[in-house]
């Protein structure tokens, strides 16, 4: 790391604190403890068809230099300017008057962010519960419906631990059965897995998770249909929108599973350990709380799900910040600009010799999660290179990348990674 983007004690990089200073603190903010970063021009409004001075200023909204390129949202978003802030603002009235009366008012501000959760998902605040992150939401799932020796729960392969090896410990413990199905590789399409999963569910079969988006290989899966596969076979459906949460316009009234599970800290660039678990209204008697405490939520499954303690509030409020954020854009619009970086990186990398696509470029089958393999370069000597010499963020894997582009990311972004790739396939990491 260079002295030029080095953060310094509170995180924030000396270059923006010494643009500040130099600005004479007009255009930013200062706080007591020295928090310092340059506010930026307003966010535009969204124009018909955004061009990429738009989304300069969209990325000017991150605290990201424009010489670090991180493209790994299936992993980790940075959080927008107005998210910082109200982390900031929110904790720091906390820690001046940490009395119950000066408290009072976050629970307003919990209680807004369920709503925006609930606009953003399409559905009712009564049926969200607000998460630590998609983990907790997954095995908020799996310890709380009711499972018997008799029961037989559906699993894909390429689900994340959090629900996959969930199911597989709490079958060791509670004697049902668990049926792993094959996802197959490159993505056959939407029909093959609704006809797949209408072939495997048995007369024991209670349950159903899918992911919507793998963070595997980028799959999207055909999520409505094969909910509703489910249902009409009487049986739960969990998917998991951890790689969709954020990124797509998911419409849980459309979608209609079960349960969807989400993070705050990947795709809608919010603050770390906030998430979201949605259960419909026709489960809310198919699942038992897990977590019990002094506190819980403010209405309908949230009361029975939602006895985490003690919250960080600030971060709560801070979630709604971010959606708040992304709506101001449009989620239509964030997808389809993710989509499109995704899609010029496949067709740009599909071009190098000895590149193998392990994710479909069929914009139906994926969107902005893409992995490929490259002959003869090892995966994790690129990752290390592409960071150290180039300050490109992305993950390294077996002899390949994962490189998931977000609404903050350009197209120099990606033109730039892409020829970084083609030097070191020809002189080696
Ligand atoms: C599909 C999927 N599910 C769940 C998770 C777990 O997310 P978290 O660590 O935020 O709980 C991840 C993380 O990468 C994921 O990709």
Redesign the pocket.
Known sequence: MTAHARPDSDGISRRSFARLLAAGGSAALLGRTGLAFERPAPLPQTPAAPNEAFWRSVREQFLMPTDISVMNA??LCPSSLPVIEAMYENTKDIDRDASFQNRGKMGAGKVNTRKILAEYLHTTPEQIVIT???????NLVSSGVVLTADDEVIIFNQ?????NLAWKEKAKRYGFTVTELEVVSPHPGPDYYIDLVRRSITARTKLLAI??????VGDLFPAKEICQVARERGVLSLV????SFGLMDVDLSDMQPDFY???A??WPCGPKET?VLFVNERAHDAIWGTMFSAGRGDVGISRKLEGFGQRDEPAIIAFGEALKFQQQIGMKTIQARSQELAQSLMEQVSAIDGVTLSTSPDPTRSVAVVVFAIDGLDGRGLFNALYDNEKIGVTGRGNGLRISPHFYNLHSEIDRTVAAIKRYKATGV
Request: proline share 3%; aromatic share 0%; net charge neutral.
């Open positions: 299936a992993n630590r992150n998609t983990s907790e939401a997954n689900n994340h631990p959090s629900n992911t919507h988006h793998t963070n595997t998991d929108g951890a790689q599970t989400g993070s800290h990947k998430g």
